[in-house]
């Protein structure tokens, strides 16, 4: 029955000679039973000539096949063209013995969940060391105290007892002398008329000793005040502190 309408399908004009190898592979294939070939040959003859019952062997060899999927769409294709009444009852009759041949089916399993893959762990930034903080340079400070020179107050010092002490000898050399000449009078008329000079002149060199010995003390003060300005310390800044050297 099956061949029997497979041939009335097929009974329709010539077909090129292409079209017509692969209809009688088809056929051969369908009589032996090898419906998954046949469907191929009669699809190759579908294309090379579109001849709309080749759809109806289509469909059959694949329902003969186990494909009831493919088998119902090349039904309702065939059906579309409204090319031969017959056939389309045929086809509709096969369509719902298809339908209920996959209704009892079990559902094909579901296929394998997708593992996602593992990421890998997004590392760390790296942790920097953190730089120690540079050590200054050792500054040195300019040794305080102004030079001798410009250090005013030791020069007034040293210069006004320098005077003084010029001074307090000369007065002190004038009075030895006017003192000298009374002592050295030849005659009572002279030793007169040196004595008053002498007396002064005692005074004189007394004053003398006096300016003398403040210049000396006031040039002392001068040295002692250079000593002290030009003494001033050396200070050095270092990482860990302030060195501190006092130099004379």
């Not at 059906?79 to 339908?99: G, M, P, Q, V, Y």
């Not at 000449?181 to 006096?210: H, L």
Request: with cysteine; net charge neutral; aromatic share 6%.
């Amino acid at each position: 029955m099956r061949t029997l309408l497979l041939l009335i399908a097929l009974a329709s004009p010539a077909f090129a000679d292409g079209a017509a190898d692969h209809i009688a592979a088809g056929k051969r294939a369908f009589t032996e039973q090898r419906y998954a070939e046949a469907a191929a040959e009669f699809r190759a003859a579908y294309d090379l000539q579109p001849d709309p019952k080749l759809l109806y062997s289509i469909a059959q060899a694949q329902r003969l096949a186990g494909d009831c999927a493919g088998a119902i769409a090349s039904y309702e294709a065939f059906i579309a063209t409204k090319t031969d009444a017959k056939l389309s009852d045929f086809s509709k009759e096969n369509i719902a013995r298809c339908k209920e041949q996959l209704a009892k089916e079990p559902p094909p399993p579901a296929p394998p969940p997708v593992e996602k893959p593992i990421e890998p762990a997004t590392p760390l930034p790296p942790v920097e060391k953190p730089i120690a903080p540079a050590m200054p340079a050792p500054v040195e400070q300019p040794p305080g105290g102004a030079p001798w020179y410009r250090d005013y107050v030791g020069d007034a010092l040293l210069g006004t007892g320098a005077a003084a002490i010029v001074v307090g000898s000369v007065v002190w050399l004038g009075g030895r002398s006017a003192a000298s000449a009374a002592n050295d009078a030849t005659d009572y008329a002279t030793f007169v008329a040196k004595r008053d000079a002498a007396s002064s002149a005692v005074t004189k060199q007394a004053v003398g000793i006096g300016v003398g010995l403040a210049g000396v003390a006031l040039a002392i003060g001068g040295i002692v005040h250079f000593t002290i300005a030009g003494g001033r310390g050396e200070v050095h800044a270092t990482g860990t502190g302030v060195a501190a050297r006092v130099r004379f």
